[in-house]
């Protein structure tokens, strides 16, 4: 691969526009690769593709279990003075209460979904 300080004038731009088109058209090799993989992988297993809702809405809620318990333990370790870092506490804090805050807007919106959904059939 030539280096790009060599490069001068219009031929430069035209070989990293070439070399551009090359790192593309690889990189459009390997997602294709990577779909089939990930296709033949979930016909041979029989099941669901990964990654479905489910997952993605336990993935988040175990974030969201993460960050407070974090922030618990941080909290706890601050009053043992173990921890003297208190805009460290306080941030966690506010972390869990936002992701907190975010989860029970998700369940919202869910559930209202839910509840139009219910709706349609009457």
Same mark, same amino acid.
């Given at each position: ?24 058209? @690889?990189?459009?090799?390997? @997602? ?54 208190? /805009? ?10 936002? /992701?907190?805050? /975010? ?9 209202? /979904?839910?509840?139009?959904?219910? @709706?349609?059939?009457?």
């Amino acid at each position: 691969m030539p280096s790009i300080s060599g490069m001068g004038g219009a031929g430069g731009v035209q070989q990293i526009l070439q070399l551009r088109q090359q790192i593309i058209s @690889r990189n459009d090799l390997l @997602r294709e690769i990577h779909t089939a993989q990930a296709a033949t992988q979930t016909q041979s297993a029989g099941q669901a593709p990964a990654g479905g809702f489910a997952t993605s809405l336990q993935t988040a809620l175990d974030g969201v279990s993460s960050v407070q318990s974090r922030s618990e333990a941080l909290s706890t370790a601050y009053e043992k003075g173990e921890v003297t870092d208190v /805009a460290k506490v306080m941030l966690a804090r506010q972390e869990a209460g936002v /992701a907190f805050e /975010a989860t029970l807007q998700v369940r919202n919106k869910l559930l209202s /979904a839910y509840q139009d959904i219910m @709706r349609m059939g009457v």
